[in-house]
């Protein structure tokens, strides 16, 4: 159908995720900035509830807009594609950078030594995220990740002395890619001796705790654009030891099948 059909279909709702997702307020963006999206909404729900909505369209070959982004393992699941971005409302390519707090390198040198060497790139994290989608439990396929990448990991801990059971308490979003990043960080911080606690919140609280010391790493920071009123409004309290992972990417996401290829081919 032509791509008016599209926002009728969608009752001009686009399926999103939790409400402090900087792609939530890019979104929001994009519907004041695009004539095309004039009247059109903007549905709050979950990541999960997102990846089950478009599950759900493809399984029925219906339209849906997803807030959507790389690296997912929806992109190896299902034939999908970005719709255009013509006004840059989403940016272009994102880092996901690594934040600690505030005295982590004299409290916990060897944590703070593997945060700042974590780097890997979005296949190794999709690695990861797939094999969770595919039914592993996160600890699990972190585990199996960790293991069979010695070489990258040996990289991350070099120069990070053992330590007898010190705790390390890493804050993230439930967002696929940082289940993923975030269980692996954990993976290799166990492999030197920590303990590590695993604290799930909403993207502010995530930089929050961070801030105020309630936390002492994510490896979750979306930039430069779409964590950007976060760094402005936690930055100076917390340490930036920059990317973990090039090459990352958020937009509006729709199945192959849908026409549009851009988002002003949409029609208020
Ligand atoms: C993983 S999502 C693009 C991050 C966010 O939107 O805040």
Do not use: C
């Amino acid at each position: 159908e032509g791509t008016a059909a599209v926002g009728e279909e969608l009752d001009y709702t686009i399926t999103g995720i939790e409400p402090g997702a900087g792609i939530m307020s890019a979104t929001n963006k994009a519907l004041e900035e695009y004539d095309s999206l004039k009247g059109w909404t903007l549905q709050e729900s979950s990541s999960a509830a997102m990846a089950a909505a478009l599950g759900k369209a493809i399984d029925k070959e219906e339209p849906i807009i997803v807030t959507g982004w790389t690296p997912h393992w929806m992109f190896a699941k299902y034939d999908l594609k970005y719709l255009e971005d013509p006004k840059g409302v989403y940016g272009e390519a994102e880092n996901i950078e690594t934040f600690v707090r505030q005295g982590l390198k004299d409290d916990e040198p060897s944590a703070y030594t593997v945060l700042d060497q974590f780097h890997w790139t979005p296949d190794d994290m999709g690695a990861v995220m797939v094999n969770i989608q595919d039914g592993a439990d996160p600890a699990e396929a972190a585990a199996k990740w960790v293991e069979e990448n010695s070489d990258k990991v040996d990289e991350w801990t070099k120069g990070a002395e053992e330590v007898d059971g010190n705790e390390v308490n890493l804050a993230y979003v439930a967002w696929d890619s940082e289940i993923a990043s975030t269980n692996v960080v954990a993976k290799v911080l166990e492999s030197i001796g920590y303990k590590v606690k695993l604290t799930q919140l909403d993207a502010g609280p995530m930089f929050a705790a961070i801030a105020e010391g309630d936390a002492d790493a994510m490896v979750a920071g979306w930039l430069p654009l779409t964590h950007a009123d976060y760094l402005d409004q936690y930055g100076d309290k917390m340490e930036r030891l920059g990317p973990n992972l090039e090459g990352a990417k958020t937009g509006l996401v729709v199945p192959s099948y849908v026409e549009a290829d851009s988002i002003e081919d949409l029609q208020p």
